[in-house]
Structure formats: structure tokens, C-alpha cells
């Protein structure tokens, strides 16, 4: 009688379960990678097909937890994208090979775990609107089905006798080769190559769907967008108002962060665990809701609409005090007062909504948007440069003044007038303030934390930032002394950070610096310590140093 997968008998030796279940595990995991790993693949080839890890890391994402954000921030920082990555091809891969384990003994179990996983995948998929559901339940058959069958033809290597066998006494009925060390087993190493192939072909396959899919943005990036020229967009974009940096806008000190961030360090934070592939030909950005008109601009009509430069410093709601989640640029864009003007926002809109094409959705006040005194934007240049895949290419809200989570739409498909009290937006829902603007903070970026330093002259620099009040002075506190007044760069304007700097005769010893700002209101940085939830960290940024 044929030896089943269903029921595999381990005749004796306290060790052989252990073996076969092993074997069982390996098949299991490697499976699953398989499945992801065809995921990556067919989603790199095939537009509107989901990756199977990011269809189940958006629902991981959706679904957290408020306070969930602050922590994977905090550990992770930008890497964050990559970690949730990692966690959920890790978690999949270990749960395939429990899967294997107990399909070794009922083959349903495997059917039923992959039914339900290609169900739960699809039901992922159905929140992103880049995927087509139709493209995702054929990419989730495929992947699932290919990996179920190798799932099984690795339980029937694995399921061979001698795995149970090898540890059994001689004196039992076994086959010819049961007392042959491991190594020399025929079926044993078939089964150990098939799964290693296995392995290393899923690997392959994975690496080079997941480059197709990182990849695919950045050549829209290079290919649809006009060239630049001398540092300016070509004739074919609208002329900008120009924004000069001002005399004095940057101190000279080694290590300081730059006034200008450039593009490829800037940080990033979103939501999004790939970057989503927008075309411009079929893009448009939509004016909707509670206006007169409504109104759709496709990227050639918003290029050719009047636009201006400004240098603006964003920030993440989940930046700690002294971390790095903030950044200025210059960006170029077209007047979003003007755009809603054209539209007719009607009496009582008192929310502006930002979509995104993946369907992340930010909520900022009306008012805020159309002060006089303040000059939001569609923005489509980074630095004098398209804007990067990965910050929001082809067009994406600036809005001086307000953390990113209630403004900075990236990737941007809308724009609806509506209520502060008819909708919340993504983190609203989960917990965090509708109202944020950025706090009045300050960073020491010279010297590092714990840092070792020779006595005697010492500088001592950073950034200050309060957008759009500005900063009107940053202080310092040593070993919790009198503060002490640094000299500061000339502001690009109050929307910017400004740098700062102030030398110190350092004596050996043990020190802590503090350092605060004051804003253009004359508000003090409190020292009062926050987490970033709900609203943003508060608190002085403090390190300890050494001289000797």
C-alpha cells in the first residue's frame, strides 16, 4: 500500500516525529516563500496585480491599533517600510511551515490554510485602488495554487520512511538503507535539494518582482516629466516666481544639518509599504465636495497654470524630540488658493480633504488653508527637481505650518470640501488630533550625543524650527546653567527652519547641553516632556558629552 502524506507512521525512537516534523516545516516555509515570492512577481509585471506582502501589510496597517505608529517610528525610524516588509514575509514563512507540519498528518489542513489565505489576501487587496480585484484573485490563485503543489510533492520526499526510521533499532523490520547515516540517504538528500532549490528560485524570483515594482515609478519619473534646465524647469513648465535664499541663510559648520535637505535624504513617512506607480497619462487631481464648481486638472494643465518657488519645512507628527523626521526644501507648484478659488468653495466647507491615489486621506481646516498670510500649493518640483517617486511624484500638497499626517498629501488624486465634523481622516480614526499644527522645536546636531571632545574652544550647532511663526532666537543651557543666546542664521522665511550655533570654552568633565527656541511670537519652547501621540513630541532636546 502507498505510503500517504495524510499519515506517516513513526514506528519507533523518540527522535523520528521530531525528524519527520522538521522536514514537514522546511516543506511548509518554503512554500510559502514561494507563494510571496511568485506575489512579487507577477504584481512587477502585471499592473493592477497585488504583492502579496504589501496587500496584507496594508490591512496590518489599516487595523493597528492607535499609539502603533509612535512605536514602529520610534524603533525603526525611515527604515519602517522595510521592517514591516521583513515582519510579514518572516511571520508567512513561519506560518507556512506550522501549516506543514500539520499537513504532514491531514493533508486538508494545507488546503484549508491556503483557501483561507488567498481569501484574506483578496479581502486585502479590496482598500487599495491601484489593484484590480479581478487581477488579484487570479495573482492570489496562481501564487497559492503553484506553491500548494510543491507544498505536496516536498511532504511526499519528506514523508519517506526513513526520516522516521534512522533512529530505530536495527532489529525492526526497515528499509535497506534505514541504518545509512543521514547524509547518505538517497531520498533524504532529494528531498533536502528540492527544498533548497525551491528556496534559492523563490528568492530569485521574489528580488526581481520587487525591483520590477520599485523600479516602475522612477522610470515615469525620467521618461514623463520635461527636463530641467540650469537648475530651472524647462520652457515647457510654467515660469515660477523665483525664491532666492536669502544672504546668511546657512552657517558653516561641520556636521551641521544643510539649510536645503537634498532629495535623496530627505526623510520619509507614510503609509504606503511600495511606492505607488503613477502614470501621468490617465492622472488627474480632482477639486470635489462642497464647491461651485467642480473641477479635474491633468498634469500637462497644472504645468502650464502660473507657478511659484518657496522654501518650506515639513515635519512627522511622530518625530521625537532631537530626531530627524523633519526637513526643509524648495518647492514648485501652483497656488492651491487659486485652484479653490476657481472652484467656488461654498460657505460652510470647513475641512479640506487630501486623497491620495492608494486612498490614504489627510483633513486640514479650511480657514488654515486660505489665510492671507499663508501660501499652500500643489507642488510638482522637489529642489528644482521632479518631484521623487518616493515623495509624492506626480503632484502633492504643501501646507506651511501643519505636520504632515493633516496636510502633506503625496501621490495626490483629490481634493473635497466638506466638514470638520462630517469626516475623519486615516490617523484621525486612529487616534490621533485633526488640528496639528508643528510645535516650536530645536535639535543639537553638533556635537553627537556621548561624543568624547578635547578641552577648550568648542561649537556647538543645530536646526530650530517653527513653521510658519518662525524662530526669533535659540538658546543654550550648560549643565543646567544660564541660558545663553547663539547666533542664528538669516531666515529663508518663517515657514523654514533656520540653523544655529554658539561657541563654547568647554572645561573637563561631564556636561549636559539643552538647547530651546523661541518662536515669532515670542512663545518658549516648553520643556515640558510629550510623546509625539496625539499631537507631536514636546520637550528640550538634551545630550551628554565628555571632555577631557
Same mark, same amino acid.
Given at each position: 500500500?502507498?505510503?500517504?502524506?495524510?499519515?506517516?507512521?513513526?514506528?519507533?525512537?523518540?527522535?523520528?516525529?521530531?525528524?519527520?516534523?522538521?522536514?514537514?516545516?522546511?516543506?511548509?516555509?518554503?512554500?510559502?516563500?514561494?507563494?510571496?515570492?511568485?506575489?512579487?512577481?507577477?504584481?512587477?509585471?502585471?499592473?493592477?496585480?497585488? !504583492?502579496?506582502?504589501?496587500?496584507?501589510?496594508?490591512?496590518?496597517?489599516?487595523?493597528?491599533?492607535?499609539?502603533?505608529?509612535?512605536?514602529?517610528?520610534?524603533?525603526?525610524?525611515?527604515?519602517?517600510?522595510?521592517?514591516?516588509?521583513?515582519?510579514?514575509?518572516?511571520?508567512?514563512?513561519?506560518?507556512?511551515?506550522?501549516?506543514?507540519?500539520?499537513?504532514?498528518?491531514?493533508?486538508?489542513?494545507?488546503?484549508?490554510?491556503?483557501?483561507?489565505?488567498?481569501?484574506?489576501?483578496?479581502?486585502?487587496?479590496?482598500?487599495?485602488?491601484?489593484?484590480?480585484?479581478?487581477?488579484?484573485?487570479?495573482?492570489?490563485?496562481?501564487?497559492?495554487?503553484?506553491?500548494?503543489?510543491?507544498?505536496?510533492?516536498?511532504?511526499?520526499?519528506?514523508?519517506?520512511?526513513?526520516?522516521?526510521?534512522?533512529?530505530?533499532?536495527?532489529?525492526?523490520?526497515?528499509?535497506?538503507?534505514?541504518?545509512?547515516?543521514?547524509?547518505?540517504?538517497?531520498?533524504?538528500?532529494?528531498?533536502?535539494?528540492?527544498?533548497?532549490?525551491?528556496?534559492?528560485?523563490?528568492?530569485?524570483?521574489?528580488?526581481?518582482?520587487?525591483?520590477?515594482?520599485?523600479?516602475?515609478?522612477?522610470?515615469?519619473?525620467?521618461?514623463?516629466?520635461?527636463?530641467?534646465?540650469?537648475?530651472?524647469?524647462?520652457?515647457?513648465?510654467?515660469?515660477?516666481?523665483?525664491?532666492?535664499?536669502?544672504?546668511?541663510?546657512?552657517?558653516?559648520?561641520?556636521?551641521?544639518?544643510?539649510?536645503?535637505?537634498?532629495?535623496?535624504?530627505?526623510?520619509?513617512?507614510?503609509?504606503?509599504?511600495?511606492?505607488?506607480?503613477?502614470?501621468?497619462?490617465?492622472?488627474?487631481?480632482?477639486?470635489?465636495?462642497?464647491?461651485?464648481?467642480?473641477?479635474?486638472?491633468?498634469?500637462?494643465?497644472?504645468?502650464?497654470?502660473?507657478?511659484?518657488?518657496?522654501?518650506?519645512?515639513?515635519?512627522?507628527?511622530?518625530?521625537?524630540?532631537?530626531?530627524?523626521?523633519?526637513?526643509?526644501?524648495?518647492?514648485?507648484?501652483?497656488?492651491?488658493?487659486?485652484?479653490?478659488?476657481?472652484?467656488?468653495?461654498?460657505?460652510?466647507?470647513?475641512?479640506?480633504?487630501?486623497?491620495?491615489?492608494?486612498?490614504?486621506?489627510?483633513?486640514?481646516?479650511?480657514?488654515?488653508?486660505?489665510?492671507?498670510?499663508?501660501?499652500?500649493?500643489?507642488?510638482?518640483?522637489?529642489?528644482?527637481?521632479?518631484?521623487?517617486?518616493?515623495?509624492?511624484?506626480?503632484?502633492?500638497?504643501?501646507?506651511?505650518?501643519?505636520?504632515?499626517?493633516?496636510?502633506?498629501?503625496?501621490?495626490?488624486?483629490?481634493?473635497?470640501?466638506?466638514?470638520?465634523?462630517?469626516?475623519?481622516?486615516?490617523?484621525?480614526?486612529?487616534?490621533?488630533?485633526?488640528?496639528?499644527?508643528?510645535?516650536?522645536? !530645536?535639535?543639537?546636531?553638533?556635537?553627537?550625543?556621548?561624543?568624547?571632545?578635547?578641552?577648550?574652544?568648542?561649537?556647538?550647532?543645530?536646526?530650530?524650527?517653527?513653521?510658519?511663526?518662525?524662530? !526669533?532666537?535659540?538658546?543654550?543651557?550648560?549643565?543646567?546653567?544660564?541660558?545663553?543666546?547663539?547666533?542664528?542664521?538669516?531666515?529663508?522665511?518663517?515657514?523654514?527652519?533656520?540653523?544655529?550655533?554658539?561657541?563654547?570654552?568647554?572645561?573637563?568633565?561631564?556636561?549636559?547641553?539643552?538647547?530651546?527656541?523661541?518662536?515669532?511670537?515670542?512663545?518658549?519652547?516648553?520643556?515640558?516632556?510629550?510623546?509625539?501621540?496625539?499631537?507631536?513630541?514636546?520637550?528640550?532636546?538634551?545630550?551628554?558629552?565628555?571632555?577631557?
Amino acid at each position: 500500500m502507498a505510503t500517504s502524506t495524510a499519515s506517516v507512521p513513526a514506528r519507533t525512537g523518540t527522535r523520528a516525529p521530531a525528524r519527520a516534523d522538521f522536514a514537514a516545516f522546511i516543506a511548509g516555509a518554503v512554500s510559502a516563500g514561494l507563494a510571496v515570492a511568485i506575489g512579487e512577481l507577477i504584481a512587477g509585471l502585471v499592473s493592477g496585480a497585488p !504583492s502579496l506582502v504589501i496587500a496584507i501589510g496594508n490591512l496590518v496597517i489599516a487595523l493597528q491599533p492607535p499609539g502603533a505608529k509612535d512605536v514602529v517610528v520610534s524603533l525603526f525610524g525611515t527604515n519602517d517600510k522595510l521592517a514591516v516588509n521583513l515582519i510579514i514575509l518572516v511571520v508567512g514563512v513561519l506560518v507556512g511551515g506550522l501549516v506543514g507540519v500539520a499537513a504532514r498528518r491531514r493533508w486538508e489542513v494545507a488546503v484549508g490554510a491556503w483557501i483561507v489565505a488567498a481569501i484574506g489576501i483578496v479581502f486585502a487587496s479590496t482598500s487599495d485602488p491601484l489593484v484590480n480585484l479581478v487581477i488579484a484573485a487570479v495573482t492570489v490563485i496562481i501564487s497559492l495554487g503553484i506553491s500548494l503543489f510543491v507544498l505536496r510533492r516536498l511532504l511526499l520526499l519528506g514523508a519517506d520512511p526513513v526520516w522516521a526510521q534512522v533512529t530505530q533499532p536495527a532489529d525492526l523490520d526497515a528499509p535497506s538503507h534505514a541504518g545509512a547515516p543521514a547524509a547518505a540517504n538517497p531520498q533524504r538528500r532529494q528531498f533536502l535539494f528540492a527544498a533548497g532549490g525551491v528556496a534559492v528560485g523563490s528568492v530569485v524570483l521574489g528580488v526581481i518582482g520587487r525591483n520590477l515594482l520599485t523600479a516602475g515609478a522612477d522610470v515615469d519619473v525620467g521618461e514623463v516629466l520635461p527636463p530641467t534646465t540650469g537648475g530651472k524647469p524647462a520652457a515647457t513648465v510654467a515660469p515660477a516666481d523665483s525664491a532666492a535664499l536669502p544672504a546668511g541663510a546657512a552657517i558653516n559648520v561641520d556636521g551641521i544639518t544643510p539649510i536645503v535637505m537634498p532629495n535623496d535624504q530627505f526623510y520619509r513617512i507614510d503609509t504606503a509599504l511600495i511606492v505607488p506607480h503613477v502614470r501621468v497619462t490617465g492622472w488627474s487631481v480632482k477639486v470635489t465636495g462642497m464647491v461651485d464648481n467642480p473641477l479635474e486638472f491633468t498634469y500637462d494643465q497644472l504645468r502650464a497654470m502660473p507657478q511659484f518657488e518657496q522654501y518650506v519645512t515639513i515635519a512627522c507628527v511622530s518625530n521625537q524630540v532631537g530626531d530627524k523626521l523633519v526637513g526643509n526644501a524648495k518647492w514648485t507648484g501652483v497656488h492651491l488658493k487659486s485652484v479653490l478659488q476657481q472652484a467656488g468653495v461654498q460657505s460652510g466647507a470647513t475641512q479640506i480633504v487630501g486623497r491620495s491615489v492608494d486612498g490614504f486621506t489627510v483633513g486640514m481646516p479650511t480657514e488654515w488653508v486660505m489665510a492671507p498670510d499663508r501660501e499652500p500649493m500643489i507642488a510638482l518640483l522637489m529642489n528644482d527637481k521632479p518631484l521623487p517617486a518616493e515623495h509624492g511624484f506626480p503632484a502633492r500638497l504643501i501646507i506651511p505650518g501643519l505636520y504632515g499626517y493633516v496636510s502633506a498629501t503625496k501621490w495626490l488624486s483629490e481634493i473635497e470640501l466638506t466638514t470638520l465634523d462630517a469626516f475623519d481622516a486615516y490617523w484621525v480614526r486612529l487616534g490621533w488630533a485633526k488640528e496639528a499644527p508643528i510645535l516650536t522645536q !530645536s535639535r543639537i546636531d553638533v556635537p553627537r550625543a556621548g561624543q568624547t571632545l578635547a578641552a577648550g574652544s568648542i561649537v556647538i550647532a543645530g536646526v530650530a524650527w517653527a513653521p510658519d511663526r518662525g524662530i !526669533s532666537k535659540v538658546e543654550i543651557s550648560i549643565d543646567g546653567g544660564d541660558w545663553q543666546t547663539t547666533t542664528t542664521s538669516t531666515p529663508i522665511s518663517d515657514a523654514t527652519w533656520v540653523q544655529w550655533k554658539l561657541d563654547w570654552n568647554a572645561e573637563p568633565g561631564q556636561h549636559a547641553i539643552e538647547v530651546r527656541a523661541t518662536d515669532g511670537t515670542g512663545a518658549v519652547q516648553t520643556a515640558d516632556r510629550t510623546p509625539p501621540a496625539p499631537d507631536g513630541a514636546r520637550g528640550h532636546h538634551t545630550i551628554g558629552v565628555s571632555v577631557q
